[in-house]
């Protein structure tokens, strides 16, 4: 298991549900991505002039899998899916498990 999941017990639940997931479920198919940040003391917005939030590979993780087709139609309807749910301050939080087919 690599460095950072080691170092976040949170990151190593999850990748070990995928793990098992993908054990389960040999013809499943899934994307996900977890970003972390933190404040970078040595960089000023030039926004704000506040510390920046920059990208913490620590707490970060990103996986695929499933056939190439089928993760690029997943990628399009999730990008869809978020454009919709957006708020008016550009924020989302979309939570659907169990969504029926139409």
Do not use: W
């Amino acid at each position: 298991m690599n460095n950072q999941i080691e170092k976040m017990p949170e990151l190593k639940d999850i990748y070990e549900s995928v793990l098992r997931y993908n054990t389960l479920h040999k013809d499943g198919c899934f994307i996900f991505r977890f970003v972390g940040f933190k404040k970078d003391p040595t960089h000023k917005c030039c926004d704000c002039g506040d510390d920046c939030d920059e990208y913490d590979d620590v707490k970060s993780l990103i996986g695929a899998y499933g056939d190439l087709e089928t993760l690029r139609t997943i990628l399009n309807e999730l990008r869809d899916t978020v454009e919709d749910e957006m708020d008016e301050n550009g924020f989302v939080n979309l939570n659907e498990f169990g969504q029926e087919s139409e």
